[in-house]
């Protein structure tokens, strides 16, 4: 009897840990072939950004990244470590992301050899082209990885001379502080250009960039931007509500209309902006706008309407219900005033000598101005602008992540309160509880 028990015990002992190590082993499996993470840490610092993700996705071949660093560093320790668990957030989504480590004291020519200046200083190459890297966080490493993926010298030019908007200016008006600075983050070469004295726009001028002029250009360089456009120039045309000073017959090339005032968007009010500022809140479908949903300002933008015309496919990129203000008040007048949905962004594709040539028009330049820049989107859909215009919009715009604030400022009244609950509630509530279960456990 005592056998036959022991042997059941034993027989249901040795299933159970058969079991046990079988569905363990199975676990291990199902891990290794379908592994799951989950970043429950508060600003989600374990994971990467959906943008820096997407931007792995395009890297086609293998991204090396040689680490000069010593094994201890004096002020930031295992730097070596630190290191290889930020790149492991990287190879996490591409496993090709090598990374080699060169010690600068046992290899000192390498070192020198790779014109190596600090302590964990990176060098990355792709593609056959290389950057450096002194700081290390994810906007730097993922905007040194969009450069290096942009098509070699792709250059942006706009037009100087005539008190244009600069694209490398600092000036409240100019572009440089945010605009001019993206994109050169993300590898474009920035010229200037002035038709008054080039024979004519550069032939490796990806993008022409036009603002608005301050005084009325000459008859001939208004040819050599015609010319341009005639053999299929891409181009970035940023108008103000101002005379267009001779950049009518531009407009009169694209078949555009440009009617007088600024558009009123009555949704200003509620987002306690100026009334003369128009919103954009939702786009229409286009690669520019595919998965944008920032908000944009445009400060006393004007209206865009075109001819239908069989040469080219438009496709509107902003648009906002409101009314046309000649005089830019904010109440509709009675006379002047129309209310209806109005086009301040257009882009425009045709085919010309089996190129397809891109335009996109904005009736607005105020909006990647420096003083405007900042607001809301303004900065990541004008780079989106270019990056289309260059062919290149498969290349985002990544913008550093948002630090949420996990502090608690709490008055003294609110600590007083606290305190008090901790030193002498719950120890009161405690022992009262424990009283009476000593009562109730006496009375039975």
Not at 121 to 144: C, D, F, K, P
Not at 148 to 176: P, S, W
Not at 206 to 211: A, E, K, Y
Not at 386 to 402: C, G
């Amino acid at each position: 009897m005592l056998r036959n028990f022991l042997e059941s015990t034993f027989l249901r002992n040795l299933i159970f840990v058969l079991l046990l190590t079988g569905i363990a082993t199975g676990l291990g499996y199902l891990s290794y072939r379908h592994p799951l993470q989950r970043d429950i840490t508060f600003n989600a610092s374990n994971s990467l950004e959906p943008a820096s993700v997407s931007v792995l996705k395009q890297l086609a071949g293998p991204v090396n990244i040689t680490v000069y660093a010593t094994l201890q560093d004096a002020r930031l320790g295992d730097i070596r470590k630190i290191i290889s668990e930020f790149i492991g957030l990287y190879q996490r989504y591409k496993p090709d992301v090598k990374l080699i480590y060169i010690d600068p004291e046992k290899e000192p020519e390498k070192t020198r050899a790779a014109r190596i200046q600090l302590n964990g200083e990176m060098v990355v190459e792709y593609a056959g082209r290389s950057e450096h890297l002194t700081l290390i966080n994810e906007q730097t490493l993922t905007s040194t990885l969009l450069r290096l993926a942009h098509t070699a010298n792709q250059t942006v030019t706009y037009l100087d001379g005539d008190g244009e908007r600069k694209l490398d200016g600092h000036a409240n008006h100019d572009m440089g502080l945010y605009f001019g600075a993206k994109l050169k983050e993300n590898g474009f070469k920035i010229n200037s250009l002035n038709l008054a004295i080039a024979q004519d726009v550069p032939i490796n001028t990806h993008v022409l960039v036009v603002t608005q002029p301050q005084i009325d250009l000459m008859p001939g360089e208004v040819d050599k931007l015609l010319r341009y456009v005639e053999r299929g120039g891409n181009l970035l045309w940023l108008i103000d509500a101002e005379p267009l000073h001779g950049l009518e017959r531009l407009a009169e090339k694209l078949d555009l209309q440009l009617p007088p005032g600024i558009v009123i968007d009555p949704a200003a009010a509620d987002m306690n902006v100026p009334a003369s500022w128009s919103l954009g809140t939702t786009y229409p479908p286009h690669a520019i706008t595919n998965g944008f949903n920032l908000l944009t300002a445009y400060p006393a933008a004007r209206p865009l309407v075109w001819h239908e015309n069989p040469g080219w496919r438009h496709h509107i990129l902003v648009d906002v219900t409101g009314w046309i203000s000649p005089g830019g008040q904010p109440a509709p007048g009675k006379q002047h005033d129309t209310s209806a949905p109005n086009v301040i962004a257009l882009a425009m594709q045709r085919n010309i000598n089996d190129v397809e040539q891109r335009i996109v028009v904005v009736g607005n330049g105020a909006f990647l101005a420096n003083s405007f820049a900042g607001n809301g989107g303004n900065v990541d859909l004008g780079v989106n602008m270019v990056n289309w215009l260059a062919r290149d919009e498969k290349l985002i715009t990544l913008q550093p992540r948002a630090a949420k604030d996990s502090n608690i400022a709490l008055s003294r009244t609110q600590l007083t309160i606290i305190s008090a609950t901790f030193l002498f509630g719950a120890p009161l509530l405690l022992g009262g509880f424990g009283t009476y279960l000593w009562w109730v456990r006496r009375r039975t």
